[in-house]
Nanobody, 124 residues
């Protein structure tokens, strides 16, 4: 079974950039749809973006479209989230997740494997 470990979070000023990584071990990384979610204090976990297995098509939440980019390197079993022009409202714990879904990919329940999360804090 795939295990996921996120890294790359930190503190950045508004307008800055960060790149998150999600290293996968075990299982078959390339056969999974991989998603990024985030959760701010007191809020529900929300969809950020996903890259669909086999097709590598990407989808993004409207709030991050044009600023965030998801990519995957199957040779390195690693998922990335490049975040540019960060805003204070992007502050949250970011999670990567794996699943076999190709539909309803915005729903956390469609992903059965989760990383531990990495904190992203954007100061104004």
């Amino acid at each position: 079974q795939v295990q996921l470990v996120e890294s790359g979070g930190g503190l950045v000023q508004a307008g800055g950039s960060l790149r998150l990584s999600c290293a996968a071990s075990g299982g078959t990384f390339s056969s999974n749809t991989m998603g990024w979610f985030r959760q701010a204090p007191g809020k529900e976990r929300e969809f950020v973006g996903t890259i669909i297995r086999s097709s590598s098509t990407t989808y993004y939440a409207d709030s991050v479209k044009g600023r965030f980019t998801i990519s995957r390197d199957n040779a390195k079993n690693t998922l990335y989230l490049q975040m540019n022009n960060l805003k204070p409202e992007d502050t949250a714990v970011y999670y990567c997740a794996a699943g076999t879904t190709t539909l309803l990919y915005t729903l956390p329940r469609k992903y059965n494997i989760w990383g531990q999360g990495t904190q992203v804090t954007v100061s104004s």
